[in-house]
């Protein structure tokens, strides 16, 4: 029986995506809750699972863009993994024809590889994302790693632990092969030669980054966003950091780190000064009596803002492993709708990049949000005498429209009397 693999619906606001990867090949065997595309929206990157198993054949590229809904693969039930035999003849048959019919019929997937490695008698077996990522940074033979996954499958810790033990494998193999390994020059050459002006590169903009485009300019053309400043000491938390850590990894498996007091202190801040929490739905001001967070992480695709739930509840346990989590699940691809939907203000740390001062731009409908800066050592007057203090600047963009210039003053300097005091979050005063 033939099965229809479909693009699922993945939110009301998104009819299409990208297919960026597929990680099988056409006629490969694949098995139930396989993972098998990669999908990118103007939102999310999502996975897509096999809905059984047995041989699948392919309806459309990578690179394509499909609606939600169309139908982009074919899997045959009848063909099981007793017909292995079958596809693994058919895969192989390029190994007798040239490189350059190879390099026109062989996926692009696997050219990490195999290029420069003797074929496989076996199909390749599926990797995960993550998996698949550290076998071709160091160059692996996925054939010849161990799996203790499920089934067999190759696990992370299969795959690093493979990792470790290359180098030595690596050096003993690289007198037989370095004639087939091509020079590594040449494949910068086609992008520059096919163009017809090779001082550009243009491409197409993804949908996340579509998106994110879209809503800055949004932000902008909708509020009247002003920005205010103030610093901070960090002497006080980074003490606290240095004298507690070890205890506090030790009994949370999980480091503190400063966001988790900025997360604290922007509760503090907003029951303080409920004004900010706050946004506008045409003529009306909605205000929030909940203090959901978001907390941008940077990936490589884009920024995306998963949202910290009811942070005046969590721990700052809680809260640390929270953003760890969503910042493992940004970069593998896992972050859903569910995780950035709501939030009532977002934190931006461009201090992780360096940045000494910005305006960061409202995440629309919120009326505020807070930028973290670089830690630096400055001098300043304290008690009369000049002194060294790790410093920080803060700013809060905020909407005009309904925060005052008061308000978005009074919310920094509660934040400052917190950051410098951070018993008073424990304490709650």
Request: contains cysteine; charged residues 25%.
């Amino acid at each position: 029986m033939a099965i229809e693999v479909k693009i699922p619906a993945l939110g009301e606001s998104i009819s299409s995506g990208i297919l960026t990867t597929w990680h099988v090949n056409d006629g490969d065997l694949v098995e139930e809750g396989q993972t098998i595309y990669e999908l990118e929206t103007d939102k999310i990157t999502q996975e897509g699972a096999a809905d059984c198993s047995g041989s699948i054949s392919l309806k459309a590229g990578e690179g394509e863009e499909v609606e939600i809904g169309a139908i982009v693969a074919i899997i045959d039930e009848t063909v099981t993994s007793g017909s292995a035999p079958a596809p693994v003849k058919a895969k192989q048959a390029p190994e007798k024809k040239t490189d350059e019919s190879k390099s026109e019929t062989a996926p692009p997937l696997l050219l990490p590889e195999t290029e420069g490695k003797p074929h496989a008698q076996a199909p390749a077996p599926h990797l995960s994302p993550a998996v698949r990522k550290i076998v071709d940074e160091h160059d692996l033979v996925p054939t010849t790693i161990e799996g203790s996954g499920k089934d067999g499958r190759i696990t992370k810790a299969d795959a690093l632990a493979a990792a470790k033990a290359s180098p030595a494998e690596e050096v003993k193999t690289a007198a037989p092969v370095p004639t087939p390994r091509p020079a590594p020059t040449p494949p910068i050459t086609p992008s520059v030669t096919a163009s017809s002006d090779d001082r550009v590169t243009r491409k197409p903009l993804s949908p996340i980054r579509r998106k994110i485009a879209s809503r800055l300019v949004e932000a902008q053309q909708t509020a009247a966003i002003l920005t205010t400043f103030n610093e901070a000491d960090m002497s006080a938390i980074m003490a606290l950091r240095k004298e507690h850590q070890e205890n506090f990894v030790a009994k949370n498996g999980v480091k503190l780190g400063f966001m988790s007091f900025f997360v604290k202190a922007v509760v503090h801040a907003l029951k303080a000064v409920p004004e900010l929490n706050v946004r506008m739905e045409g003529e009306n001001l909605v205000e929030n009596h909940y203090f959901d967070i978001g907390v941008a992480v940077g990936t490589k695709k884009g920024l995306v803002v998963p949202v910290v739930r009811d942070c005046d509840k969590l721990s700052f346990s809680e809260i640390e492993q929270t953003i760890v989590n969503y910042a493992h699940a940004a970069r593998d691809g896992k972050i859903t709708l569910q995780d950035m939907q709501g939030g009532c203000f977002t934190i931006t740390n461009g201090g992780i990049y360096g940045s000494m001062l910005s305006t960061p731009i409202l995440n629309p409908p919120q009326s505020g949000i807070l930028g973290m800066h670089a830690i630096q050592q400055r001098p300043m007057a304290v008690n009369g005498e000049v002194v060294i203090r790790p410093m920080m600047y803060l700013a809060v963009s905020y909407d005009h429209r309904v925060v005052d210039g008061r308000e978005a003053v009074t919310f920094l300097v509660k934040m400052k009397e917190v950051l410098e005091n951070p018993v008073r979050l424990t304490l709650e005063i």
